[in-house]
């Protein structure tokens, strides 16, 4: 079984700072780390490889430094890795990314037949949740999002029973591969990697593809590629209002509370009356 | 990646032959008969930028034939629609993305609506990428504001960027129609209108079980609804930070009881394990939108802010006179919120305990 793994390399956007005085982002020291979303198909990949066997390769679409968190897949059990790397590439929005990926994809297939692709369930950084669905679109894989267990894959039927969360509750899906799979957060936790392994990721080769390796067409990346262009990024404005600060008669928490209290009956009448009904009716 | 760009592709004129795409859909989401309400919400927003292009809400509802679908297609008139697609199949029964997504891009190819709206729910964002995908069109994914560009009538999506840091505004130029989708409660419940009167276009797809790979075994529902009453919370109090360690998070809970409402946490304190990820509220976690939110200790990046920024009053407890959050809170408290909020729990108790016993 071939089962490849996409992950995005992104900056940790906890660390993001915005300048104060140009407004722009400030990309300096801010570490790059794997999508953490990404890293719960990593582990699910890694965890089908040890039930069942498999050969897992992990895939990104990035700058020549991606390398490190391809490196890092490797580390934690992958096998391959490929690095889709290209000028060309700048500028794709999800529809070109999900072109580009599946170029890569498909060269991998000619080798080795995928019966599996694993995405995040989305990025931190574009939040968009929309490369996967993308992928297994174009490949024409069964597309299984927030996947929360895989319960049961039989080889030889090529069968796989799922549960997929879903609004209100938890669908058991049943399949067949090739399939496309996002899965939850907090499905599983990232093991740790073997020290055979670390060596290993040290030493490998990586496959670094450019569009003409995948055989991607030009104007199907890139800014050419994409359908949607960003008008205009902006800071949010803000309230034309600041807030009303609260003034208390004294220093302490009770007349802290207390005026704060008056504060919200007096800007809300309305929900001093809703509260006051509901404790009266005893709620 | 963009940098802060000036305005940029206004001026663009749409090539003749996109411009029979005409009219603002929605997909309306239902599950078992129950209309998603963020459904509701988007043809409300809907019937705003129809009314500003001049042109009909078109509500798209799929599922098995049922009084109930019917009853929603009512529903999707009341709330603002002008056509109801209703698409009837025994094979739309529970949601798929195969044959929701085939039958979708027949309905848009036939009809060509400009807009086509979604929820960013699990089964919106699944069934949008794989929509925009197949007709190779524009997607953006959780918009909090959308508009039309009057100068050449496209649709303006605004959605944060960067972890919520920046908001960027997205146009799908020489492509039809136009995607996107909304996170439930960013945008106004509209009013439903008895009044209204529209059409229903019956479609039936007629699609064959056998050609359709994915078989649902079971649904089994949540039992436990805690993210339910986050997201409709009518009180919320939430924490940050400023709590200073997990164990002050009763503090939290005691006023939330009192009050009979929820308790929501930033990203941080979900990262540090203080409090499940289903409490978050922010660009990755709920949006909310409540008639009083408590923000205690929370300093106010813009990544939470746009989880809760338009609820009906924000109050604000923070040591820091110059922290963001009074910035856009209604109510600012500067003070120590571990001191503060047993006051207000013990306050809250009494005011309302007091009342409960003269009536």
């Known amino acids: 079984m071939h089962i490849v793994v996409c992950i995005k390399q992104v900056p940790d956007s906890a660390q993001i700072r915005i300048h104060p005085v140009t407004n722009t982002i400030m990309r300096q020291g801010v570490p790059a780390i794997i999508n953490p979303f990404d890293l719960f198909s990593l582990e699910e990949a890694l965890r089908l490889k040890d039930r069942v066997g498999a050969r897992v390769t992990v895939l990104t679409m990035g700058p020549p430094m991606a390398e490190t968190s391809l490196r890092k897949a490797l580390s934690l059990g992958a096998d391959d890795a490929v690095l889709l790397t290209d000028r060309k590439f700048a500028g794709s929005d999800t529809l070109a990314t999900s072109y580009a990926l599946t170029s890569a994809i498909r060269k991998l297939a000619e080798e080795d037949p995928v019966d599996i692709v694993f995405c995040g369930k989305q990025t931190v950084d574009g939040d968009t949740a929309q490369v996967g669905p993308g992928i297994a679109t174009r490949l024409g894989f069964e597309q299984l999002t927030y996947i929360t267990k895989i319960e049961d894959l039989d080889l030889a039927s ?9 609004e209100g509750g938890v669908q058991v899906l049943k399949t067949r591969l090739p399939c496309m799979i996002t899965m939850l957060e907090g499905t599983n936790t990232i093991r740790f990697g073997r020290m ?20 991607a067409e030009e104007g199907r990346v890139g800014l050419k590629g ?16 600041k807030a009303k600060m609260i003034q208390a008669e004294a220093d302490t928490p009770d007349a802290q509370a207390a005026a704060a209290i008056d504060a919200i009956f007096g800007a809300q009448p309305k929900l001093a009356d809703d509260l006051l009904a509901r404790a009266a009716a005893g709620l | ?12 004129q749409l090539p003749d032959h996109l411009k029979v795409y005409q009219n603002v859909w929605v997909i309306v989401e239902q599950e078992r008969g129950i209309v998603h309400s963020v459904s509701l919400e988007l043809l409300g927003e ?4 129809a009314d500003k292009l001049g042109v009909e809400v078109g509500a798209v509802v799929l599922g098995a034939d049922s009084p109930a679908l019917d009853r929603i297609c009512g529903d999707a008139i009341g709330f603002g629609a002008d056509i109801v697609y209703k698409v009837t199949d025994p094979a739309l029964a529970d949601y798929r993305t195969d044959p929701y997504c085939r039958v979708m891009t027949d309905v848009v190819n036939t ?8 929820g960013a729910t699990t089964l919106g964002r699944d069934l949008a990428g794989a929509i925009a995908t197949t007709l190779a069109t524009g997607l953006t994914a959780d918009c909090t504001e959308l508009d039309i560009y009057a100068d050449n009538r496209s649709l303006a999506a605004t959605r944060p960027t960067f972890g919520g840091t920046l908001l960027c ?10 995607m996107a989708t909304v996170r439930p409660r960013v945008m106004a419940m509209p009013e439903r209108d008895d009044a209204r009167s529209g059409r229903v276009i019956e479609i039936r797809p007629d699609l064959r079980e056998e050609d359709i790979v994915t078989k649902v075994l079971t649904f089994i529902a949540d039992r436990e609804q805690s993210e339910a009453q986050l997201a409709f919370a009518d009180i919320i109090v939430s924490a940050g930070k400023g709590l200073g360690k997990v164990e002050n998070m009763k503090l939290v809970f005691d006023l939330a009881r009192v009050l009979g409402g929820e308790v929501g946490v ?26 009083l939110y408590i923000a205690a200790g929370i300093s106010g990046a813009i990544q939470h802010r746009v989880g809760m920024e338009k609820s009906d009053l924000i109050l604000a407890i923070n040591t820091d006179p110059n922290a963001t959050i009074f910035d856009f809170a209604h109510l600012g408290l500067v003070g120590d919120a571990l001191t503060i909020l047993p006051a207000l729990t013990d306050a809250f108790g009494r005011r309302l305990s007091v009342n409960r016993m003269a009536g």
Request: proline letters at 9%; hydrophobic letters at 30%.
């Open chain 1, 158 to 166: 090529k069968e796989i029973v799922v549960q997929r969360r879903s």
């Open chain 1, 196 to 215: 055979d392994d670390l060596f290993r990721a040290a030493r490998y080769e990586l496959k670094t593809w450019s569009r003409d390796v995948t055989g």
């Open chain 1, 226 to 241: 994409s359908p949607t262009v960003v008008s205009k990024v902006f800071v949010p404005k803000p309230r034309a209002e």
């Open chain 2, 1 to 12: 990646m963009s940098e802060p760009s000036k305005p940029q592709g206004r001026k663009f």
């Open chain 2, 46 to 49: 809907a019937r705003k930028l």
């Open chain 2, 111 to 118: 009809h060509k609506p400009e807009i086509v709206l979604l």
């Open chain 2, 169 to 178: 505004t997205i146009q799908t130029l020489a492509y039809r129609p136009q």
């Open chain 2, 266 to 291: 930033t990203r941080p304190l979900v990262q540090a394990g203080w409090a499940t990820n289903d409490r978050q509220v922010g660009q990755t976690g709920k949006t909310v939108r409540p008639k």
